[in-house]
């Protein structure tokens, strides 16, 4: 069983529109991020959460907003969509946020595609 | 500040050789350093971790060791197998405690 879900697995959109990734962890950590993978940049990371609270934040552009309603959930709402934001979204988790030899746990990915 | 650097984007081997993936990087603080492996379709996962200088972990018959000196933390095997087709990343961490960089990729590709 897959521990870490992220839904949708694929998503089209328009430009202009807003969409939220949905992603959720069942493996009892504390931390959790937003990895992108594009053909650009391959694996960027984008932003950590350690107990529901904002560690780190390396998006330059406030349409990509991540939203913890709970410890083991982290979505990611982007707004005004850009065909440029056309990337795989992966959400990781670890035991903990900022122990350094922490090990990422990927979730499977959900692929965005924006016209 | 703190980098990766894979230098390789593709590797073609024939089954059976070894294989060698070079990964150097840049770090302010003692570093963690990470392989992680992504099969096709499928999610990025560890194969293996080292932040003690000259230990050599292994794990399905990869190995890495972490050369501070040379700031260097090269991915090895000694025989290529078909099913270690796969893009590898070298990732790093420090001691600051912030997030994992990915270096730009390794395509290994085994053939026959």
């Known amino acids: 069983d897959p521990k870490i879900i992220q839904k949708p697995k694929y998503l089209v959109a328009v430009t202009g529109s807003e969409k939220i990734l949905i992603c959720e962890q069942y493996l009892g950590h504390n931390a959790m991020y937003w990895y992108r993978q594009s053909a650009k940049k391959p694996l960027e990371f984008m932003f950590s959460?350690?107990?529901?609270?904002l560690m780190d934040n390396q998006t330059a552009s406030s349409r990509f907003q991540p939203q913890s309603s709970k410890k083991n959930h982290l979505d990611l709402q982007i707004t005004a969509l850009k065909p440029d934001d056309s990337a795989t979204y992966f959400c990781a988790s670890s035991r903990d946020w900022g122990g350094g030899a922490e090990t990422l746990y990927f979730g499977s990915g959900t692929r965005l595609t924006v016209l | 500040g703190d980098s990766v650097t894979q230098t390789e984007g593709l590797v073609t081997l024939t089954e059976g050789l070894p294989v060698m993936l070079n990964c150097t990087y840049q770090s302010t603080y003692s570093p963690f350093l990470f392989w992680y492996v992504q099969h096709l379709n499928e999610a990025p996962k560890l194969l293996l971790k080292s932040f003690t200088d000259n230990k050599r972990p292994e794990h399905q018959g990869f190995h890495a060791t972490l050369h501070k000196s040379s700031s260097s933390f090269h991915l090895q095997k000694s025989s290529a197998q078909l099913s270690d087709s796969a893009l590898y990343y070298c990732a790093l961490s420090d001691g600051s405690g912030t997030y994992q960089r990915f270096g730009t990729g390794t395509k290994l590709q085994v053939v026959p």
């Open positions: 959460y350690s107990y529901q609270k």
